[in-house]
């Protein structure tokens, strides 16, 4: 299994990005997906989760700004962020919660300016 994130880049304080995470390969039951985030010389938190059924869960740091949604047709899931601040400048990792294993994309870096 496979987990391809995109989307990350440099955007001002207030603007917006779209990352998105594909999943390929054999994938069994998929339980949920989710972001965390890891900004420098600290540890890998998570930002928000949704499960195969839509529900979802947020850090309470991000409520209201971002939003997780997935489609489970492409085994893809997306996060849009909104009003971004430079404290969510980090390393941005898509995850993959299956029945039997936790798969790890490689990160998209975004970095918001003030």
């Not at 430079?86 to 294993?101: G, I, K, R």
Request: a positive charge.
């Amino acid at each position: 299994v496979q987990l391809q994130a995109s989307g990350g880049g440099l955007v001002q304080a207030g603007g917006s990005l779209r990352l998105s995470c594909a999943a390929s390969g054999s994938i069994s039951s998929i339980i949920g997906m989710a972001w965390y985030r890891q900004a420098p010389g600290k540890q890998r938190d998570l930002v928000a989760y949704i499960t195969r059924g839509g529900s979802t869960n947020y850090a309470n740091s991000v409520k209201g700004r971002f939003t997780i949604s997935r489609d489970n047709i492409k085994n893809m899931v997306y996060l849009q962020m909104n009003s971004l601040k430079p404290e969510d400048t980090a390393v941005y990792y898509c995850n993959l919660e299956s029945s039997t294993q936790i798969y790890w994309g490689q990160g998209t870096q975004v970095t918001v300016s003030s």
